[in-house]
């Protein structure tokens, strides 16, 4: 508890005592004095025990109830007292969110991922960060295994996870990286697969261990959360964090720090036409017609494992001044995961604040759109491709691209028609 929680427990459970000891007064010395006198009697033995005992003459009751007053007397103030001082020395700046986020990360891997935030005015630095898993086995009755869990940090693979500095109100993020992407689904309401052991969600927990300095006291610290993930309890969410700035004074990032954003893909080209949604998963999650601004489209050829020759595949380019027509879906943990497998070049990026909605298309807050951007150049050796090679992936994608352009609305279609008109000197071009 707060400090403040402390002291308004504290209070309650002085008034509650107080009220009860002043109808047992009254009770018991009705012939003394009435309740007002009671009460004021009840207020007092709260601070001075003993007056109770001064008073001669009364039944046995009655010192048995100054007796257990006593006892009250002193150890509420003192049970106080010591949660106090057990707040003051703890030091313990982190602030965790209550449930963990499953993710399909751009490594290949789902991620399990968790968050807190340095909630002291004071920098915490010297931060490391390592979790572990606990579970009974299925044939195990009262047997524990306790398995260390590797990391997800820099893209690379660590038992732990180091940060030299976390400010005031910065969030943090660890995750843990749980299977590769081509295992589907990694996760039921019984079982969870992580770094190959499937594991019964009903006894597991998840244990990160934080440790640290407090740069202001230069005091060491030692936070410790758990995460049960029993398949009743809504511990995991599919969605992702929302994004929080480090500006405090945003209140509306801060207050929903526990909640998630629904995430969104923006697609173009041929994964708008209804075959590739369907294979991607994202059939029943169409939302809308949108456009990017900023980005052109780049095509590349890649080899073809179900064909004799290449394809083309397609992505994002930036470029100033040019918008891309597309379409806008809803996507979970599983389809981003599809899609980082299928035919779509470039790394997944946000583009949330590129995205251009029609008027009163734009979905409520928070929410993240993310596509597939060409950062550099493509290392795909063109020139291995034969002209003929090339000429027939070109012919498949316009196939592709003429039936996707009747299944989409007056911008794509005009959209993909203009690739079609000038795509005899990009596949010229490519093939050179």
Not at 55 to 79: E, H, K, S, T, W
Not at 105 to 128: K, P, Q, V
Not at 173 to 201: N, S
Not at 225 to 237: K, S
Request: proline share 6%; hydrophobic share 45%.
């Amino acid at each position: 508890m707060s400090f403040l929680k402390i002291f308004l427990v504290y209070l309650g459970l002085s008034i509650t005592w107080s009220i009860l000891a002043s109808l047992l007064l009254h009770v018991l010395n009705s012939d003394t004095f009435g309740l007002p006198g009671a009460a004021r009697t009840a207020l007092w033995s709260l601070w001075g025990p003993d007056n109770l005992f001064t008073v001669q003459g009364r039944p046995f009751v009655y010192y048995l109830f100054a007796a257990v007053n006593a006892v009250i007397a002193v150890m509420l103030p003192l049970l106080t007292l010591g949660a106090f001082v057990f707040k003051l020395f703890r030091h313990d700046p982190l602030t965790w969110r209550s449930k963990l986020t499953i993710e399909a990360s751009r490594t290949g891997n789902f991620t399990l991922a968790a968050r807190f935030y340095n909630r002291f005015t004071e920098d915490i630095g010297d931060l490391n960060a390592r979790a572990w898993i606990r579970w009974t086995p299925g044939d195990g009755i009262g047997v524990y295994r306790n398995k260390p869990l590797d990391l997800l940090i820099r893209n690379q693979l660590s038992e732990f996870a180091s940060w030299p500095l976390a400010r005031s109100a910065e969030p943090t993020t660890v995750r843990i990286p749980i299977c590769p992407t081509t295992r589907i689904p990694p996760l039921t309401d019984e079982a969870v697969l992580v770094q190959g052991d499937v594991i019964p969600r009903a006894s597991a927990t998840i244990i990160f261990i934080v440790t640290g300095t407090v740069g202001g006291l230069n005091e060491d610290f030692k936070s410790i959360h758990t995460f049960d993930l029993d398949g009743n309890r809504e511990t995991i969410q599919s969605e992702w964090f929302q994004t929080i700035s480090l500006d405090r004074r945003d209140q509306r990032e801060w207050a929903n720090f526990d909640g998630t954003q629904l995430i969104y893909v923006f697609l173009h080209d041929t994964m708008m036409h209804s075959d590739s949604l369907t294979r991607a998963g994202l059939q029943h999650n169409r939302v809308g017609p949108a456009a990017i601004s900023g980005y052109r489209r780049f095509w590349s050829p890649v080899p073809a494992e179900a064909s004799n020759g290449s394809v083309l595949a397609s992505g994002l380019a930036p470029s100033s001044g040019n918008n891309v027509h597309g379409l806008v879906v809803i996507a979970d943990y599983l389809q981003l995961a599809h899609l980082d497998r299928s035919r779509l070049i470039g790394e997944r990026s946000d583009v949330t604040r590129r995205i251009i909605w029609p008027p009163g298309a734009e979905p409520p807050q928070p929410f993240r759109v993310f596509s597939y951007v060409v950062t550099s150049p493509h290392t795909i050796a063109t020139a291995r491709y034969s002209r003929r090679r090339m000429a027939a992936a070109f012919r498949r994608r316009e196939a592709e691209l003429s039936e996707a352009a009747s299944q989409v609305g007056d911008d794509c279609e005009q959209d993909v028609a203009a690739f079609l008109e000038g795509s005899e000197h990009q596949i010229r071009r490519l093939a050179r």
